[in-house]
């Protein structure tokens, strides 16, 4: 069947989907000529790596382009939604921090880790931590009076008074004034800092002169400040302030390392290493990360990267200068990237394969324990209620065995047992799933027993929807016990497996979603607590010990004195305990 598609297959740019039996992407790619590169993956022999990624491979599609640079754009797009398991993708489990100037009508500074479109030409950074982006920011608070608090409050605050607030609480601040303020943070950021050094050591002398001893020492620590955050010595220097982004990269047969370095107005500012499996060509590999990287953070001016020519073609994308330099400072720099990335591989390689292990190992053991297919998406269940009344639940997915946290859901629910509740969250997830012609999962967990199982059963199939289905009951001591398969049998599962950590930490995760989900709609006021009904419990009270115990039946079970310690008099408390001992029996 494949044979008789690839010759169909145009020799024209492009990009390709691989698919496996369900129709999912696994693989997307882009090529020159679509026929030659397919034809090269179901002809002749591959590395191990490649080998098995086509063993999962049951189709393809693909989509011709009218130029390579049209098929870069496409591919890194169909990377971004599809998230193919066996692409290298840019994890949302690191992120940069910058300094915002926040687009207000008066606006402040702030430190973000969000960078968007619409917001990189107000970011100053990156900063190498969160420590040295706060520390700047501090130390931009006091030279420019920017205003400092989230509301506009009816009167002017203590940094009007110090000078370091425009005041615009009180008083008219004209456009052209904030403009001129963020001219003034890009060129103290870039270094020219002289001018407020200046005016700072004079202030420091009048106050000394005054006798002012201590506004004196202010201006002196201010000063230091500037120095250590604007000043730091380094080896490598430029004589310019382009933005420039030094990638190193070393790569063995089945991993690449990439050693980042940030350098913004002449100095570097931030570094970041790292290592990741691919499939195919490495350069390839290399080429994808940086697409979808620079379609997230900003692009400077030159990138410098030890294969400049094999990735040449995200020139034209991003309109960077991207180039190998040959010698002088940009090329001792370079080298010192390229050596970071060659340790990276060899120090972090067998990290990444244990974590590997973790996320597509365990995904391949719980297929086999339930003999199903490979559970890449999961998506796990589970409800947290006061008393059987206002309930909620949850739905956490797991994508490649880790957590995909922007796809999580929750959910207010009417039905009053556990079996209601799960068939009314399960019939309302996956409708909306087809409604939408979403993913569907590879397989669903069920916090809860065979009458949990069954309810979910029925109205998967009432929906025809088929997707496994398990449940993972939990022990005496509320903690994973073992799982039920579809035929309701006890799979026990052993404390020490890596199979039974990666179960327990989707249930977890499930379970803290949920309740947490719950705690914050109590304390909104949105639950009417089974308190409320108690003579000298308030509103205040009410609250209070809400926060302190978080659950009823804490309360209940709080001794008399950590009661009182919350200022809660005897008869009250004793009213307390009457009041859920008859509660807690029903």
């Not at 491979?57 to 169909?78: R, W």
């Not at 950074?125 to 920017?146: C, E, H, M, Q």
Request: glycine fraction near 4%.
């Amino acid at each position: 069947m494949l044979k008789e598609k690839l010759k169909q297959v145009p020799k024209k740019p492009g990009s390709y989907q691989m698919k496996d039996h369900r129709g999912k992407v696994i693989y997307v790619g882009k090529a020159k000529s679509l026929r030659n590169r397919l034809l090269s993956y179901f002809t002749g022999s591959h590395d191990y790596k490649t080998t098995k990624m086509l063993s999962h491979v049951d189709d393809f599609d693909y989509i011709v382009t009218h130029t390579e640079l049209e098929a870069l754009i496409l591919e890194l797009d169909l990377i971004k939604k599809h998230q193919p398991r066996y692409n290298v993708l840019l994890t949302d489990d690191k992120s940069y921090p910058y300094i915002e100037m926040t687009n207000e009508k008066h606006p402040k500074l702030i430190v973000t880790r969000r960078v968007k479109k619409k917001n990189r030409h107000r970011l100053f950074g990156p900063y190498p931590n969160v420590k040295a982006a706060r520390d700047t920011l501090r130390l931009l608070n006091k030279l420019y009076p920017l205003r400092k608090c989230q509301r506009l409050p009816d009167e002017p605050c203590l940094y009007y008074h110090l000078g370091q607030c425009l005041g615009p609480c009180i008083k008219h601040v004209e456009q052209t004034t904030y403009r001129e303020i963020e001219k003034k943070i890009r060129r103290f950021l870039k270094g020219h800092t002289k001018p407020v050094i200046d005016d700072l050591e004079e202030k420091m002398h009048a106050a000394s002169d005054n006798l002012e001893f201590e506004r004196a020492q202010e201006y002196k620590e201010t000063i230091d400040a500037i120095k250590t955050t604007t000043q730091t010595k380094q080896a490598v220097h430029f004589n310019d302030s382009v933005s420039r982004d030094i990638i190193g990269i070393a790569t063995d047969a089945s991993y690449v390392a990439l050693s980042l370095v940030f350098v913004r107005h002449g100095r570097i500012t931030a570094k970041d290493d790292r290592i990741m499996a691919y499939h195919g060509d490495p350069i390839d590999a290399v080429r994808d990360y940086l697409g979808q990287f620079y379609t997230t953070y900003p692009i400077p001016r030159e990138i410098f990267i030890n294969a400049g020519e094999s990735i040449k073609e995200l020139q034209s994308l991003f309109e960077a200068d991207i180039k190998t330099p040959s010698r002088g400072v940009k090329k001792k720099l370079l080298d010192l990237a390229v050596v970071n990335a060659g340790e990276t591989l060899k120090n972090e390689r067998q990290k990444a394969e244990q974590a590997e292990k973790k996320t597509f190992g365990v995904l391949e053991e719980l297929a086999e324990t339930l003999e199903i297919d490979v559970p890449y998406r999961i998506e796990a269940f589970d409800n947290a209620h006061l008393f059987g009344s206002n309930a909620v639940s949850a739905v956490v997915v797991f994508e490649n065995g880790r957590p995909s946290k922007h796809e999580y859901r929750k959910f207010k629910l009417e039905g009053e047992s556990d079996v209601e509740q799960m068939k009314e969250v399960i019939y309302r997830r996956y409708r909306r799933l087809l409604l939408e012609d979403a993913a569907l999962p590879d397989l669903v967990l069920v916090d809860g027993g065979i009458q949990q199982m069954n309810a979910a059963r029925k109205v998967l199939d009432a929906l025809e929807v088929s997707v496994p289905l398990a449940g993972l009951v939990k022990g005496e001591d509320h903690r994973t016990s073992h799982l039920i398969d579809e035929n309701h049998g006890i799979i026990e599962l052993e404390k020490q497996s890596r199979l039974f950590h990666f179960l327990t930490s989707i249930q977890e995760e499930a379970h803290r979603f949920a309740t947490t989900f719950h705690r914050n709609l109590r304390e909104k006021g949105v639950f009417e607590s089974v308190l409320d009904d108690i003579e000298g419990v308030g509103p205040v009270r009410k609250k209070k010990l809400l926060r302190t115990f978080r659950t009823i039946e804490n309360i209940y079970e709080a001794p008399d004195e950590e009661l009182r310690e919350l200022g809660i008099p005897k008869t009250t408390i004793d009213a307390i305990k009457a009041h859920l001992d008859k509660t807690l029996q029903r």
